[in-house]
């Protein structure tokens, strides 16, 4: 059964544009093994972190949307958190509502 996801990182600040690439590139790679699909990135850009996390008080942060197993946050979390490149990262579970047929019939 495929699950929708959406996992947003921060990546440290004094990166330049290509490490970001390379970065993005690298989780978005991980995901296409581990079987994800439908993978969607949005980069957020340089912001303001609400709290200094690692003595950092910006970060570029990063927004991937995707399908797939359960199995692949996993390796995904495990890969951010041995990274020094990403100062934080979190995934979530999207609720997808099926849509039944009578909810799509009009109303007599």
């Known amino acids: 059964m495929q699950i929708v996801y959406e996992t947003m990182y921060i990546l440290?600040?004094?990166?330049?544009?290509?490490?970001?690439?390379?970065?993005?590139?690298?989780?978005?790679?991980?995901?296409?093994?581990?079987?994800?699909?439908?993978?969607?990135?949005?980069?957020?850009g340089k912001r303001r972190l609400a709290y200094e996390i690692s003595?950092?008080?910006?970060?570029i942060y990063i927004q991937m949307n995707y399908t797939g197993p359960g199995n692949i946050i996993a390796p995904l979390e495990r890969a951010m958190r041995l990274s020094e490149e990403?100062?934080?990262?979190?995934t979530i579970k999207q609720e997808v509502k099926e849509v039944s047929s009578e909810e799509t019939a009009p109303a007599a």
């Open 12 to 44: 440290r600040p004094d990166l330049n544009d290509e490490q970001v690439e390379q970065a993005i590139a690298k989780y978005e790679n991980l995901l296409r093994e581990q079987g994800a699909e439908n993978i969607q990135i949005q980069n957020r």
């Open 86 to 90: 990403v100062i934080r990262y979190l």
């Open 55 to 59: 003595r950092q008080r910006d970060g």
